[in-house]
């Protein structure tokens, strides 16, 4: 018999409140099998010590979020990005996360389709960095709810031309349904993103929904086809982790470790 | 010397607390020349009466806010919503409102894809209504934080696919600079939507937006490229007027009359 959460990974920030260490001993007895790390649950032991922690635990690091926020509207401002990024990459490889998850970023005023170039040039010159460390670089789009200040990548359609610009194997796609769900031409680019689709994240979409940053939901209790969107992505070749990622001030508040077997729960009965 | 007002029109929503006479007159005594009425302004008085007070006014009617909503889980709602529709269409003719904006309606846990497909029946079920009575139907795409329960239609490409394939001179579509600022295809759909192009609103975007309905802004106060997006909107051929269509929470708390005067800057100063 296949085990229930096999493919199951949680994301750090998932589990907000929970340091690190916490979040990998919870995660390791609730019996999930990988971590997607946030750089702010790193921070406070470092990469080198979270990389020792993460390899006793026997939890496979999924990935590290997040880099990227290239375009700005000063030279020192896209300088100083591309610094954070080869730091993160740096960090990324510490704690063996094959892969960064890239939320390119936007600044409010500054045109779009002059922040997508900002992307695509900031991806370019960090990517020698990143294949040299032996690190992808994914580039999730994002909601078009984010795209003033967080992502000026808002379709699969647009990250999968970014992939096809920088031609790189080291650069591919997060395909995440809480961003992407309503697309008419979801099927169409999932399938063209294919095997470049490095990692997949879920969650679900709350009606109403009460607030655009922390009030998803876990999966089933929203209006979002997880497991419609699963079923492209594995056709499209993807045999990764199902990661799930919930931002949510209400479910902060409550008992951790209790919020992790509801993941289970949802995990296996809605995605 | 052109009047800089030229083309001003505004939402009887967007002075929400106003009753249908408080805005006829706030507006004409602003110098305002058109006026787009929403359904619950309507009721009050009937449309009969307010079509009657509406041209005693001078101001030109624009557009009837909303039909739509077709989709929905039982045959029974459907039937509802094309009744709905045929009443606003008749409402429309009354006040002598050449088109009704269609916000087409989605459903939580309805798939998208089935959602579509209603929308396009429901046109094309209440469309003889609406050719008789001499009022066009205009397809309003919604941004995608609202593909859960308002619209299952998010862009601009999907909103010309239905004009497309119901092929009547009286459909058409709304360009809502709110809704459709973010797309990457939005220049190359305004110009294929071309004569289709019924009407066009405009507001602002606020970063960061602290209400998914009611926290729009004032033009000039958000990162829409408004003064680009009008004039890809002219150049495919529109015309017609600007409407100002702002839902604010902050702004319904103020001095409606003063309001009128912010709005009247920001359209001549940023629009």
């Known amino acids: 018999m296949t085990n229930p959460l096999s493919h199951l990974c949680i994301h750090t920030m998932t589990t907000k409140p929970w340091s690190l260490a916490q979040a990998i001993d919870g995660y390791a007895k609730a019996g999930v099998e990988g971590i997607t790390v946030w750089r702010q ?17 026997g939890l496979k690091v999924v990935s590290l979020c997040r880099g990227g926020f290239f375009p700005a509207l000063t030279r020192a401002d896209r300088r100083k990005a591309l610094d954070d990024n080869r730091a993160a990459i740096d960090e990324a490889a510490e704690i063996d996360a094959p892969l960064i998850v890239l939320v ?38 994002l909601h078009p709810m984010y795209a003033d200040a967080r992502s000026a990548v808002n379709t699969l359609e647009e990250a999968n031309n970014m992939v096809d610009s920088l031609a790189s194997p080291s650069v591919g796609v997060t395909v995440d349904v809480y961003h992407v769900w309503w697309d008419p031409h979801l099927e169409r680019e999932i399938h063209r993103a294919g095997r470049s689709i490095l990692s997949f994240h879920i969650c679900d979409w709350r ?16 209006c979002i086809p997880i497991r419609r969107i699963r079923s492209w992505v594995e056709q499209a070749g993807f045999r990764g982790f199902r990661e799930v990622e919930i931002f949510s001030d209400e479910r902060w508040a409550q008992d951790q470790a209790r919020f992790v077997e509801d993941i289970k729960r949802a995990y296996v009965e809605h995605s």
Do not use: F, W, Y
Request: hydrophobic share 45%.
């Open 41 to 57: 649950h790193l921070a406070p032991a470092g990469a080198k010590a979270a990389g020792a922690m993460l390899r006793e635990s």
């Open 104 to 141: 390119c970023g936007a600044v409010p005023g500054l045109d779009l389709a002059e922040a997508r170039k900002q992307i695509v040039e900031g991806i370019a010159a960090v990517l020698p960095h990143a294949e040299e460390a032996g690190v992808k670089l994914s580039i999730e789009p």
């Open 207 to 222: 009606t109403p929904t009460r607030d655009m940053l922390n009030d998803r939901v876990l999966m089933g209790e929203g």
